[in-house]
C-alpha cells in the first residue's frame, strides 16, 4: 500500500533552519505532485509548498516564499522542505501528501490530494 512518512521535526530556535524529508512508497513517486501542508494548534490546515511531477515546477503559500525550499529526488522517492528563518508561527505539525500528475495550478488544494502522510512536529521557539 501507499505510504507517506516524514521525519526531521524536532525544536528549533527561532531563526535557525530545518529540512523535513517525506519518503514514500507504494506508489510511481515520478508521476505525483508532492505538497507540504501544516496545521498549527487550534487552526485550520493549510498549504506551504509543493513541486509538481514532470518538471518540478515548485508553488509556495507568500508565508513560505524566500525562506522555504521544497525539492524532490525521483531516485529516492523522496521529496524535501528545507525550512530557514523559521519563525515561531511557523510551529506546526507538518503533512506531506501526494497528488498524481497534478499541475502547478491545483497543487496547492489539499482536497485533491490521494495521499497523507502522519506527520511531524514543528516547534520553533522564540
Known amino acids: 500500500q501507499v505510504q507517506l512518512v516524514e521525519s526531521g521535526g524536532g525544536l528549533v530556535q527561532a531563526g535557525g533552519s530545518l529540512t523535513l524529508s517525506c519518503a514514500a512508497s507504494?506508489?510511481?513517486?515520478?508521476?505525483?505532485?508532492m505538497g507540504w501542508f501544516r496545521q498549527a494548534p487550534g487552526k485550520e490546515l493549510v498549504f506551504v509548498a509543493a513541486?509538481?511531477?514532470?518538471?518540478?515546477?515548485?508553488v509556495y503559500a507568500d508565508s513560505a516564499k524566500g525562506r522555504f525550499t521544497v525539492s524532490r529526488d525521483n531516485a529516492k522517492n523522496t521529496v524535501y522542505l528545507q525550512m530557514n528563518s523559521l519563525k515561531p508561527e511557523d510551529t506546526a505539525v507538518y503533512y506531506c501528501?501526494?497528488?498524481?500528475?497534478?499541475?502547478?495550478?491545483?497543487?496547492?488544494?489539499?482536497?485533491?490530494?490521494?495521499?497523507w502522510g502522519q506527520g511531524t512536529q514543528v516547534t520553533v521557539s522564540s
Open positions: 501528501a501526494a497528488d498524481r500528475f497534478a499541475a502547478a495550478q491545483t497543487i496547492r488544494d489539499m482536497n485533491t490530494m490521494d495521499y
Open positions: 507504494g506508489l510511481t513517486f515520478s508521476n505525483y505532485g
Open positions: 513541486i509538481t511531477w514532470g518538471r518540478g515546477n515548485t
